[in-house]
Structures are given as C-alpha cells and as structure tokens.
Nanobody, 126 residues
Framework: QVQLVQSGGGLVQPGGSLRLSCAAT????????MGWFRQAPGKEREFVTG????????YYADSVKGRFTISRDNAKNTVYLQMNSLKPEDTAVYYC???????????????????WGQGTQVTVSS
C-alpha cells in the first residue's frame, strides 16, 4: 500500500491557477490508479478527477471539465492536478487518492479507497 504526501495549494484569485502534487512512497506506484477528491466546508468529500495506472484514461467531474487536468509521472511516483480558471466554488480541501481500481475512484467509493493524502487547502477568493 502506498503512502501519499501532497504539496501545493494556497490562496488564489478567481480566474487564477494552481498546481497540486502528490508523491507516493512505499508501494508500486505504477500499479495504482490515482485520483483527486475535494471537501468543502459542510459538504461531503466528492470526486474531482481520476487517472488510470498507465495514464491511458482520465475522468473528470462535470464541474471541473475543461479547467482541471490530471496527469502522472510514474518515473517520479507523482500525480499532479493542474487547476486553471479557478472559481470561488472550487474552494475546498483537496485530497489525492490511490487505489488498485480506477472504478473505485471514479464511482466515488470513498470508504474503499486504499490510500489518501493528508489534504491541502485551496482557497479561491479576491
């Protein structure tokens, strides 16, 4: 099972960009599908995006399509989330996730996710 450490995040103005990173250790990163979830205050954690182990497939929540891009570098054991055209409603704590099955991530099966990052705050505000 991999351990995940996140970096990035912070405060950005509406329309701005941020990139989150999530580095994996302790397992075979290339054997895991990866994803990003977010949790806004008072709301449940929700799926944002997922990527297959070999980067061949990506999925996005409708709310972020065309603005967010997930990518991974298996040589660096890292997954990235590039967030552009940020909106105030994107404000949340963002979590990276790893699971052996991409469907566990894309179907929002939160309780079944193998590993989670520690979370990082993204605040979009003027």
């Amino acid at each position: 099972q991999v351990q995940l450490v996140q970096s990035g995040g912070g405060l950005v103005q509406p329309g701005g960009s941020l990139r989150l990173s999530c580095a994996a250790t302790g397992g075979t990163f290339s054997g895991y599908a990866m994803g990003w979830f977010r949790q806004a205050p008072g709301k449940e954690r929700e799926f944002v995006t997922g990527i297959s182990a070999n980067s061949g497939r990506t999925y996005y929540a409708d709310s972020v399509k065309g603005r967010f891009t997930i990518s991974r570098d298996n040589a660096k054991n890292t997954v990235y989330l590039q967030m552009n055209s940020l909106k105030p409603e994107d404000t949340a704590v963002y979590y990276c996730a790893a699971d052996r099955y991409l469907s566990t991530i894309t179907r929002d099966r939160i309780a079944e996710i193998d590993s989670w990052g520690q979370g990082t705050q993204v605040t979009v505000s003027s």
